[in-house]
């Protein structure tokens, strides 16, 4: 099953820092095109629902980010992997249970957020716990970081991302 994992350029540094060595997600939490997602929209193809999906572990990589310490930059991050999960329809359409560590060969790609992007991804770490509980100032935080698309990154490509942070 095709995975959208979220994350944070800490943990990406780390995976990219141990070549070959597997990612593991957080809690084992991540998304994707679940018949429960798909059972949610009235119309939309597979590209589209699974744009959900990422776009989901794309606000999910805003929690963590909430707790990152390190002084790397304030981006959200989307580690996207075919791996064995089950859905978790109890928690959201598109939550998904991976089964473990995620081996390097089966990361697809990353996503990461651009530069352009910082101020408006720092505003939404501040309040993702507010959006969360509704205040609409803070759900336009929110809308107002999920107006930047992630850019693609192959997994080789990843040593050159950091060094260019």
């Given at each position: 099953?095709?995975?959208?994992?979220?994350?944070?350029?800490?943990?990406?540094?780390?995976?990219?820092?141990e070549?070959?060595?597997?990612?593991?997600?957080?809690?084992?939490?991540?998304?994707?095109?679940?018949?429960?997602?798909?059972?949610?929209?009235?119309?939309?193809?597979?590209?589209?629902?699974?744009?959900?999906?990422?776009?989901?572990?794309?606000?999910?990589?805003?929690?963590?980010?909430?707790?990152?310490?390190?002084?790397?930059?304030?981006?959200?991050?989307?580690?996207?992997?075919?791996?064995?999960?089950?859905?978790?329809?109890?928690?959201?359409?598109?939550?998904?249970?991976?089964?473990?560590?995620?081996?390097?060969?089966?990361?697809?790609?990353?996503?990461?957020?651009?530069?352009?992007?910082?101020?408006?991804?720092?505003?939404?770490?501040?309040?993702?716990?507010?959006?969360?509980?509704?205040?609409?100032?803070?759900?336009?935080?929110?809308?107002?970081?999920?107006?930047h698309d992630?850019?693609?990154?192959?997994?080789?490509?990843?040593?050159?991302?950091?060094?260019?942070?």
């Open positions: 099953m095709r995975v959208y994992l979220p994350a944070t350029l800490t943990m990406i540094q780390d995976f990219v820092a070549p070959g060595q597997p990612f593991h997600p957080v809690g084992g939490t991540g998304f994707a095109l679940t018949p429960t997602l798909r059972e949610a929209y009235i119309s939309g193809d597979e590209e589209e629902l699974s744009e959900v999906a990422l776009r989901e572990a794309a606000r999910a990589s805003l929690r963590l980010l909430a707790v990152d310490t390190s002084d790397l930059p304030v981006r959200r991050v989307v580690v996207v992997a075919d791996a064995p999960a089950t859905a978790r329809p109890d928690l959201d359409d598109a939550v998904v249970k991976v089964e473990g560590p995620i081996p390097h060969g089966d990361i697809v790609a990353v996503h990461v957020d651009g530069a352009d992007a910082e101020s408006a991804v720092k505003a939404a770490v501040a309040v993702i716990d507010e959006a969360d509980l509704g205040d609409e100032d803070s759900e336009l935080a929110i809308g107002d970081v999920e107006d992630l850019a693609w990154f192959a997994t080789q490509e990843l040593p050159f991302l950091l060094e260019l942070l």
